[in-house]
């Protein structure tokens, strides 16, 4: 059984920073993609960075330059550095993981409970 457990989150003023971790805890995957998505009140949530288990990014285009996805194989944890952040940040982040464990042809799907961001003066 795969979880993930986010930290992290909070209330920060705009322009500061916050990390976000992600630890996964239960299995070890062969082929993935984790990722970092967040939904505001009332929008759709939207994928904000993600990472391959080759080390590829990708970012949406509103944090291009502010934020950092990156990971800690040897601790199974993906972070999320974000910085400048702006009110427009403000929502609760998801982890996510999406791939194959080793020894299972079965793709998984895994969302964390998320954590909340706050950037308010």
């Known amino acids: 059984q795969v979880q993930l457990v986010e930290s992290g989150g909070g209330l920060v003023q705009p322009g500061g920073s916050l990390r976000l971790s992600c630890a996964a805890s239960?299995?070890?995957?062969?082929?993935?993609?984790m990722g970092w998505y967040r939904q505001a009140p009332g929008k759709q949530r939207e994928l904000v960075a993600g990472?391959?288990?080759?080390?590829?990014?990708n970012y949406a285009d509103s944090v291009k330059g502010r934020f950092t996805i990156s990971r800690d194989n040897a601790k199974n944890t993906v972070y999320l550095q974000m910085n400048s952040l702006k009110p427009e940040d403000t929502a609760v982040y998801y982890c996510?993981?999406?791939?194959?464990?080793?020894?299972?042809?079965?793709?998984?799907?895994?969302w964390g409970q998320g954590t909340q961001v706050t950037v308010s003066s």
């Open positions: 996510n993981i999406n791939g194959w464990r080793i020894g299972d042809p079965l793709r998984v799907n895994i």
């Open positions: 239960g299995s070890i995957f062969s082929t993935y993609v």
């Open positions: 990472i391959t288990n080759g080390g590829t990014t």
